[in-house]
T-cell receptor
């Protein structure tokens, strides 16, 4: 398996523009997570899905952020409008049968976002 | 709210040294604890996962221990090598919190040849 695939790997955009980050989880995984990593706050969970349904979005910072998972093999995280403080690395991760305590989680290589 | 702390934040050691990374968490009601490695510009790779009922896990030169009651875990790296240079993060999965992981801030390790 190719692992969790994220795109774009790097994005530089101007403040106010819409940003869409994409993720393809590992085939067969039923949990998908979006994390954000910054120097100041470390890794934070933004939202996660189970079987394409959003379960917990309490980590989404504000209404400018939205996430969708239209099918088991694709998810998007959208920021509209973007602001400089959104600059971070956004990670997508997936896991299988998440409620089993021994299951691990697999991360993509991240989307490095810079908003200028 | 679960809080995870890692000490030290950064560590520099000469090659060959044995070292210990520390992780502490405030809520002992956890399913498991994982140690991850992150290389610059890369995602996270799971190194070891310790179930709440276990005391330790070993993989090669790595050994992770868990003391759930005291809210602590250590990652022991034997005979460190320059290739071990990376950031090491611990994460806990709480009971009754779905599949959410709470991460520590990480320890940035540099092993000098």
């Amino acid at each position: 398996d190719a692992g969790v695939i994220q795109s774009p790997r790097h994005e530089v955009t101007e403040m106010g523009q819409e940003v869409t980050l994409r993720c393809k989880p590992i085939s067969g995984h039923d949990y998908l997570f979006w994390y954000r990593q910054t120097m100041m706050r470390g890794l934070e969970l933004l939202i996660y899905f189970n079987n394409n349904v959003p379960i917990d979005d309490s980590g989404m910072p504000e209404d400018r952020f939205s996430a969708k998972m239209p099918n088991a093999s694709f998810s998007t995280l959208k920021i509209q409008p973007s602001e400089p403080r959104d600059s971070a690395v956004y990670f997508c991760a997936s896991s299988f049968a998440g409620y089993l305590p021994g299951n691990t989680i697999y991360f993509g290589e991240g989307s490095w976002l810079t908003v200028v | 709210k679960q809080e995870v702390t890692q000490i030290p934040a950064a560590l520099s050691v000469p090659e060959g040294e044995n070292l210990v990374l520390n992780c502490s968490f405030t809520d002992s009601a956890i399913y498991n604890l994982q140690w991850f490695r992150q290389d610059p510009g890369k995602g996270l790779t799971s190194l070891l996962l310790i179930q709440s009922s276990q005391r330790e896990q070993t993989s090669g030169r790595l050994n992770a221990s868990l003391d759930k009651s005291s809210g602590r875990s250590t990652l022991y790296i034997a005979a460190s090598q320059p290739g071990d240079s990376a950031t090491y993060l611990c994460a806990v999965r709480r009971e009754n919190a779905g599949n959410m992981l709470t991460f520590g801030g990480g320890t940035r390790l540099m092993v000098k040849p």
